[in-house]
């Protein structure tokens, strides 16, 4: 007899199985109740119209943080009003999308609002209820810690703004040049391009050429510049306010040994620029021109600009050129000449400002025709501009000197420079009356209502003979008209409808009724007479037709109109020949 005993088990092996099965199903129960945690808050979540969530809630300075809003229940996406944030966060940028989605019978849409902000200051910040379409998100807050000072030194280091002015004080209307440069180091990433030109109240702000970059080095350290350069021409005097701008940009950073890249923004400060008024020095009959240098030239387009014939045109030609200053602000160049010696023929002033290079440099150009009306030595004026030195602070003054021109010929006739004067007297002639003056009677009364009733009955005789023709005209019309229907009558040999187009051709024929057009036309002539008779037996007959269209009925209807239309020519037109011969 064989006996089988089970070993003893020992106490740890006993309580393995113990711990495991108590550990799986405590991992059940968590995994049940997690299941359910997830289900509730996902049933919370599509139940509410407006879910938002931020990125994180604590950031440090320079970071930039994102705030998701997603709209439940619809497809439509919404124009948020972000201007609520401005206080105290930078809006960097936002996206919008929207999903659809149908699955098991069931539909869902949503519209997702990615807003990215950077906080503009430290401490504890709170993003305010934005509004959604109907709904609004729940206020956020949001921690911003302050950087580590070697964090915030580093930073300054890789990216940041110079700006240079030309000078700390200006004349009034005067250029001022901003020169703006961006230093930047390897690993920056600029966002948006560069800023444009400064928006600066009571002032003109001219772009000089494109940016440039260039390298440079500041403390050792090697740098790519960005250049941009502006001239600024204040209008009125005092103090002038160069707004600040400020840039986006990333910048790679290892701090405490941990690599990171955070966004930052780098600008300029806002800067004043005292404006002074007009010298007293600068002379009081003379326009104000602040400039750095001013040149003037004269030109003829003639080769030849000493001799000239009488009555032969010269061309001239003047320009002004103004560095440091526009060309609108120049004066006239081309001053009035005697009339008696030189006619003049000025063209539109030409006005101008290149801006390419280091300084505005303004163009001012004008040109005329002269033409000689006396024979001799006469000069053309000189040209003389007044301008302010804005460099050396002084009054200084530019010219073209006097041109002295040979006029050759002989002088054309008086009247060509007295002619306003005689056209004046002859239009003065020209108002007197013709006619003897007299007092007015009777007589001119009757006069004139014995001519006003003559146009009267002429105006009423041609209305009539208008309205005459129109009719004749109107009434032709309807006879060719119902001829032609006529024609097709006797050619389709149905003397039903030969009898009803020949009855609404006589109506208009005789322009009667149509019983008395029909007994018109029977007493024309024994042919129509035959014809007339004919087409009644038809009419009341009770057969269909009492005979048919044969040679002798063609016959009598051809000569039974051929007679109507002769003896009616002195009111209707010869018809011609109609009716086919069978």
């Known amino acids: 007899m064989v006996r089988w005993s089970a070993p003893v088990a020992s106490p740890i092996s006993i309580c393995k199985p113990l711990v495991k099965s108590v550990r799986t199903r405590l991992y059940n129960w968590l995994g049940r109740a997690l299941i359910a945690i997830l289900m509730t808050l996902f049933a919370t979540a599509t139940s509410a119209e407006v879910i938002s969530l931020l990125s994180s809630e604590s950031i440090e300075e320079l ?8 709209h439940v229940g619809t497809r439509q996406s919404e124009a948020l009003d972000l201007a609520i944030l401005d206080r105290d966060f930078h809006v960097m940028g936002s996206n919008t999308s929207s999903q659809y989605q149908y699955i098991n019978g069931r539909a869902e849409s949503w519209v997702d609002y990615q807003i990215t902000l950077q906080p503009k200051r430290t401490g504890k910040l709170t993003i305010p209820p934005i509004k959604v379409g109907n709904e609004r998100t ?27 002015f030309s000078t700390d004080e200006v004349y009034v209307q005067s250029q001022l040049l901003l020169t703006r440069r961006l230093f930047y180091m390897d690993g920056v990433q600029l966002y948006g391009g560069q800023p444009g030109a400064p928006e600066v109240d009571d002032a003109l702000v001219i772009t000089l050429g494109e940016n440039r970059n260039t390298s440079g080095v500041r403390n050792g350290k090697p740098y790519g510049v960005i250049e941009q350069r502006y001239a600024i021409f204040p209008q009125s ?11 986006s940009a990333s910048v790679r950073l290892i701090d405490r040994g941990r690599a990171s890249r955070k966004a930052v923004r780098v600008g300029t400060d806002s800067a004043q620029i005292k404006v002074l008024p007009i010298p007293n020095e600068f002379p009081k009959d003379q326009p104000w021109l602040p400039a750095l240098d001013l040149t003037l030239e004269q030109k003829f387009g003639s080769a030849t600009t000493k001799v000239i014939g009488v009555g032969e045109n010269l061309s001239r030609t003047i320009e002004l050129n103004v560095y440091g200053n526009t060309g609108a602000i120049a004066p006239p160049l081309l001053g009035q000449l005697d009339a008696k010696i030189f006619k003049q023929y000025p063209n539109q002033a030409v006005i101008n400002e290149d801006a ?20 001799g030595t006469h000069m053309l004026p000189d040209v003389v501009i007044y301008w302010w030195d804005t460099e050396n602070k002084t009054v200084k003054q530019t010219s073209v000197a006097a041109t002295v021109l040979t006029i050759d010929g002989k ?7 007295t002619a306003p004067v005689i056209e004046s007297q002859a239009v003065e002639v020209q108002r007197k009356p013709l006619v003897m003056q007299r007092p007015l009677d009777y007589r001119d009364n009757i006069g004139k209502f014995l001519l006003g009733l003559l146009f009267i009955v002429g105006l009423w005789r041609l209305v009539l003979w208008l309205n005459q023709d129109k009719g004749a005209a ?21 003397l039903m409808r030969i009898r009803s187009t020949l009855q609404q051709y006589l109506l208009i024929h005789f322009n009667t009724s149509q ?23 038809v009419k009341y007959s009770d057969a269909i037709a009492l005979r048919d269209w044969d040679q002798a009925l063609a016959q009598l209807s051809e000569e039974a109109m051929h007679r109507l239309n002769t003896d009616d020519t002195a009111d209707h037109a010869h018809l011609p020949e109609l009716y086919p011969q069978h």
């Open 63 to 70: 970071e930039s943080v994102r705030l998701a809003i997603r």
């Open 138 to 164: 729940m206020a956020m807050q949001l921690e911003v810690r302050k950087l580590t000072e070697s964090a915030r030194t580093k930073i300054a280091a890789l990216i940041f703004y110079e700006q240079e």
């Open 237 to 247: 005097s005092g103090l002038l306010t160069i707004p600040p701008i400020q840039l």
């Open 356 to 375: 390419n290079g280091s300084t505005v440099v303004g163009i001012r150009r004008e040109s005329t025709d002269i033409v000689a009306l006396t024979p």
């Open 411 to 417: 002088p054309l006739p008086e009247v060509d420079t």
């Open 474 to 494: 109107s009434r032709h019309s309807q006879l060719s008209t119902a001829m032609n229907a006529y024609k097709a009558a006797v050619k389709s040999e149905d």
């Open 515 to 537: 019983g008395q057009s029909w007994h018109q036309f029977m007493q024309s002539s024994d042919a129509a007479r035959g014809y007339a008779n004919a087409l009644d037996s």
